[in-house]
């Protein structure tokens, strides 16, 4: 689809959402025959989308009240013809971002207990969703009141897995295919740990978040290595939780919880992503719904608390079999259950294969979602961290539901921008907070780069 812009400059709002609409479409070139044209003259903007012989017009005048008029009105007139051309309603609006919580807290700083009104009729979000925006905030005010001007947290990148999910797209590899790596990765990660806690002078981050990839995975001796070299490295003396990502239930031994255990680790996740036996084969997971199961009762003698993943959408999963999941998963009573949307990326083997896109529909994965939602709190969960990414299926969301003071704090700290976090490792992300800007800057992608780049550096 080519994107004409006429008297306006707002080609990356406009080409996402296109994108709610039409997703994975080329919005380069009209090779596929289609054409959208956004012109903005007076007091109005105008939209018009050729679809092979099909013509849509829609014309939207400026609201001046909004502090974003202008740049709103080009939005919805192309949400409109989209809308006219496709049937597909956003539950989500005019609203691209990542962040709708940050967006909500904006609205409700500019405009009040009118936000609401405002954010339904002139953004076109649904009640559903204002209501979640409204129920995260209310539940991550614990976490948010801890932060100071100066705290930050510290991530720590592991990125190896026992095999690659189908529907991945993070850069991890493979503990069989890459284990060469995993001995000088770990040394050279244990160097920058060192470094950035010495660029520290002592201070003490709130949380730790020891994530990749499958940090369990590795051998335990350099499993183990990571953690003394955290422990001592850092002043932990204002660190309230400490959580490692051991995500794939198969890679969690007891030697792995014991050593979590003796140094101080509070948090882990083990993720299911599906309790079903036929979407966890064609996902690619090496392990069963009883070892999940197996692994959660193991980790829960050990007294951490425990967040669980599911993802909605995965090919063959049913509505039933996910509700059956999540009850499933309730009854376990763990502190944290987050529902992620399947977004497909072409990095992904999902991304490549679309006849296993074509499996899930966005109908479906929205009746797992207000299901899951509904039996989440009845049973005393309620969303503490909320984010949205391209391309997941029917344009939804990816939601923490926590129990009341059990929240991961971690996730909202780095989800919604609003504290100074170090990353270290390959890939791993820094993003210092200050003033209201957040400055960016990632570490090497790959592990056996950043290996040789930051080995050379420690020579």
């Given at each position: 689809?080519?994107?004409?812009?006429?008297?306006?400059d707002?080609?990356?709002?406009?080409?996402?959402?296109?994108?709610?609409?039409?997703?994975?479409?080329?919005?380069?070139?009209?090779?596929?025959?289609?054409?959208?044209k956004?012109?903005?003259?007076?007091?109005?903007?105008?939209?018009?989308?050729?679809?092979g012989?099909?013509?849509?017009?829609?014309?939207?005048?400026?609201?001046?009240?909004?502090?974003?008029?202008?740049?709103?009105?080009?939005?919805?007139a192309?949400?409109d013809?989209?809308?006219?051309?496709?049937?597909?309603?956003?539950?989500?609006?005019?609203?691209?971002?990542?962040r709708?919580?940050?967006?909500?807290?904006?609205?409700?700083?500019?405009?009040?207990?009118?936000?609401?009104?405002?954010?339904?009729?002139?953004?076109l979000?649904?009640?559903?969703?204002?209501?979640?925006?409204?129920?995260?905030?209310?539940?991550?005010?614990?976490?948010?009141?801890?932060?100071?001007?100066d705290s930050?947290?510290?991530?720590?990148?592991?990125?190896?897995?026992?095999?690659?999910?189908?529907?991945?797209?993070?850069?991890?590899?493979?503990?069989?295919?890459?284990?060469?790596?995993?001995d000088?990765?770990?040394?050279?990660?244990?160097?920058?740990?060192?470094?950035?806690?010495?660029?520290?002078?002592?201070?003490?981050?709130?949380?730790?978040?020891?994530?990749?990839?499958?940090?369990?995975?590795?051998?335990?001796?350099?499993?183990?290595?990571?953690?003394?070299?955290?422990?001592?490295?850092?002043?932990?003396?204002?660190?309230?939780?400490?959580?490692?990502?051991?995500?794939?239930?198969?890679?969690?031994?007891?030697?792995?919880?014991?050593?979590?255990?003796?140094?101080?680790?509070?948090?882990?996740?083990?993720?299911?992503?599906?309790?079903?036996e036929?979407?966890?084969?064609?996902?690619?997971?090496?392990?069963?719904?009883?070892?999940?199961?197996?692994?959660?009762?193991?980790?829960?003698?050990?007294?951490?608390?425990?967040?669980?993943?599911?993802?909605?959408?995965?090919?063959?999963?049913?509505?039933?079999?996910?509700?059956?999941?999540?009850?499933?998963?309730?009854?376990?009573?763990?502190e944290?259950?987050?529902?992620?949307?399947?977004?497909?990326?072409?990095?992904?083997?999902?991304?490549?294969?679309?006849?296993?896109?074509?499996?899930?529909d966005?109908?479906?994965?929205?009746?797992?979602?207000?299901?899951?939602?509904?039996?989440?709190?009845?049973?005393?969960?309620?969303?503490?961290?909320?984010?949205?990414?391209?391309?997941?299926?029917?344009?939804?969301?990816?939601?923490?539901?926590?129990?009341?003071?059990?929240?991961?704090?971690?996730?909202?700290?780095?989800?919604?921008?609003?504290?100074?976090?170090?990353?270290?490792?390959?890939?791993?992300?820094?993003?210092?907070?200050?003033?209201?800007?957040?400055?960016?800057?990632?570490?090497?992608?790959?592990?056996?780069?950043?290996?040789?780049?930051?080995?050379?550096?420690?020579?």
């Amino acid at each position: 689809m080519k994107i004409e812009l006429v008297n306006n400059d707002f080609r990356f709002d406009i080409s996402n959402a296109v994108l709610l609409f039409y997703p994975r479409i080329n919005t380069v070139d009209d090779s596929d025959q289609k054409s959208i044209k956004v012109c903005v003259k007076d007091n109005f903007a105008s939209a018009e989308l050729i679809d092979g012989n099909n013509n849509y017009y829609s014309e939207v005048q400026f609201d001046r009240s909004l502090y974003d008029y202008l740049r709103c009105a080009c939005v919805r007139a192309v949400y409109d013809v989209c809308f006219q051309a496709t049937g597909v309603r956003p539950p989500w609006g005019l609203l691209i971002g990542v962040r709708p919580v940050n967006f909500y807290l904006k609205m409700y700083g500019l405009y009040g207990e009118n936000c609401t009104d405002i954010l339904q009729n002139s953004y076109l979000v649904s009640p559903d969703k204002i209501k979640l925006c409204r129920e995260t905030v209310n539940m991550r005010s614990q976490s948010v009141n801890r932060l100071t001007e100066d705290s930050f947290s510290l991530y720590v990148s592991v990125p190896f897995c026992p095999s690659r999910c189908k529907y991945c797209s993070f850069v991890s590899f493979s503990t069989e295919k890459e284990k060469k790596y995993i001995d000088p990765y770990v040394r050279v990660l244990c160097d920058e740990i060192k470094t950035t806690a010495e660029s520290l002078h002592g201070r003490s981050p709130l949380t730790i978040y020891i994530g990749g990839g499958t940090p369990t995975c590795i051998p335990d001796d350099l499993f183990e290595k990571i953690l003394i070299c955290i422990t001592e490295s850092f002043n932990l003396s204002d660190c309230f939780e400490f959580t490692v990502e051991a995500g794939r239930p198969e890679t969690i031994s007891v030697k792995k919880l014991e050593i979590m255990k003796k140094y101080g680790v509070t948090r882990i996740c083990v993720n299911p992503q599906s309790l079903s036996e036929q979407v966890l084969l064609a996902a690619g997971r090496n392990h069963s719904a009883i070892e999940f199961f197996d692994a959660y009762r193991l980790a829960e003698q050990y007294g951490f608390d425990i967040n669980v993943d599911l993802i909605a959408g995965l090919p063959f999963e049913t509505t039933v079999s996910f509700s059956t999941g999540i009850k499933k998963i309730i009854d376990l009573n763990p502190e944290d259950i987050t529902i992620h949307t399947l977004y497909i990326k072409r990095a992904a083997d999902y991304g490549s294969d679309k006849s296993l896109y074509a499996k899930t529909d966005s109908e479906s994965v929205a009746q797992m979602l207000s299901s899951a939602y509904k039996d989440l709190e009845s049973h005393g969960y309620f969303p503490y961290y909320l984010y949205r990414q391209k391309n997941t299926v029917g344009n939804n969301e990816n939601i923490g539901f926590a129990k009341k003071g059990t929240e991961c704090a971690y996730n909202i700290y780095m989800m919604d921008e609003i504290q100074t976090i170090y990353g270290c490792g390959a890939n791993a992300m820094t993003k210092i907070v200050s003033n209201g800007q957040i400055t960016r800057s990632c570490g090497t992608k790959y592990a056996y780069n950043y290996i040789l780049k930051n080995g050379e550096k420690n020579k």
